[in-house]
């Protein structure tokens, strides 16, 4: 199994180290013997047909920041990801470049072009999916590759092919669920500490769970993003971001969530699908499922035959997504022994 990566940050980096580490266990289990033969990230490239030494690599990314370094490759500058994938003999694509909502670049050109280029892709980057993903599948199907993007829901927990594979047989009514750990932190310290928002803001930027510009979590964008891919490939949808109803957390104060104490409830940002698609805080008992807390994740499926089922897990973090892009890959090797 020849992959390509392109970007080669938190998450394609703890992939690496996964497939290293893991490598006995893949080949013995599953006869999988992925070898990364292609890494692009946002300065150059680096192709090496037998096989790229995953530790030089590492090593080459930790102290330079590039891929030039320590390897005995050759290393190409300035060479972008488009170039790679059209000349690069491999089976998948793995995209983990940043999420970018308003054209879902550069991950959208990168998905496009592995997928007409006959690869199988698995993709962590939410962009091309909020955007376009009915294309996206589309354009996999008639070109007869696998296109997974499992860590783009609930980073390692398995929010999506739970829902697709294993409630087969069961109507899927409706999701209601919270899917970004910054914003739920952020309300979670505001109830159990009585913090300000811009306090808890602050400490979430201090701990690494929030970014420096933090719009596109609290504001409700990431939890969109991640309700449009579980709507689509779950009940079959064809929405894109722009089909969400999205109301962040930002005008949520503290007297807010002390009112709701008052009634023993929480204020959670949910995300919710079944008739509409919106995001919004809103008030929930403390005895709900959905009352996860911290950086934690949690979505409910409501279901005709089987009743309410609810995942919870960690919904972000370079090992946990890394482990999903494992499952992905596990799930071509054994569409291709078929
Ligand atoms: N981290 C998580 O816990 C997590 C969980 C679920 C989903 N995700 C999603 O997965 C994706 C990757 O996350 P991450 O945390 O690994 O991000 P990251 O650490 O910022 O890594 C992004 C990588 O993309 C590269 N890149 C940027 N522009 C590029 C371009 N035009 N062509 C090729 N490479 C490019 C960067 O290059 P340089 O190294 O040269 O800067 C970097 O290697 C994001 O879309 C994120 O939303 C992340």
């Known amino acids: 199994m020849r992959i390509l990566m392109v970007g080669f940050g938190v998450v394609g980096q703890s992939f690496a180290e996964l497939i290293m580490n893991e490598a006995k266990k893949l080949d013995h289990d599953y006869g999988l013997r992925p ?47 488009l170039d790679v994938i059209s000349d690069l003999d491999c089976e998948v694509m793995i995209e983990t470049t940043p999420t970018e909502l308003s054209k879902g670049e550069p991950g959208l050109s990168h998905v496009r072009a592995a997928l007409g280029a006959g690869r199988h892709v698995i993709c962590t980057n939410k962009g091309p999916l909020a955007i376009a993903m009915p294309a996206l599948m589309e354009l996999a199907h008639h070109n007869d590759v696998i296109f ?33 750990g910054t914003s739920n932190y952020i309300l979670s310290k505001m109830a159990s500490e009585g913090k300000p928002m811009k306090d808890a803001l602050a400490e979430a930027q201090k701990l690494g769970y929030a970014e420096a510009d933090p719009t596109y979590d609290i504001g409700g964008f990431d939890t969109a993003c991640k309700l449009v891919i579980t709507s689509n490939y779950v009940l079959g949808t064809s929405l894109s971001i722009k089909d969400v ?29 079944g008739s509409g698609a919106r995001v919004s805080p809103e008030e929930i008992p403390l ?7 911290g950086t934690f994740n949690a979505i409910l499926f409501e279901t005709d035959s089987a009743g309410d089922i609810t995942l919870v897990g960690k919904g972000a973090g370079g090992k946990e997504t890394a482990s999903s892009v494992l499952r992905d890959l596990i799930e071509i090797r054994r569409a291709f022994a078929r």
């Open 287 to 293: 005895t709900h499922p959905l009352n996860v807390s």
């Open 245 to 273: 109803n999205i109301t962040g957390i930002t005008g949520v104060t503290s007297e807010d969530i002390q009112r709701a104490a008052q009634k023993g409830n929480v204020i959670k940002l949910i995300g919710r699908v």
């Open 148 to 180: 997974k993007f499992s860590g783009t829901v609930g980073g390692g927990t398995p929010v999506l092919d739970f829902a697709k594979k294993c409630l087969e047989g069961s109507r899927i009514k409706s999701i209601s669920a919270i899917l970004n």
């Open 35 to 81: 070898r990364i033969v292609g890494v692009v990230d946002k300065h150059g490239a680096v192709v090496v047909p037998d096989g790229i030494d995953i530790p030089k690599l590492l090593e080459s990314k930790r102290i330079s920041g590039t891929m030039k370094g320590e390897g005995d490759w050759e290393y190409h500058e300035g060479v972008s990801a």
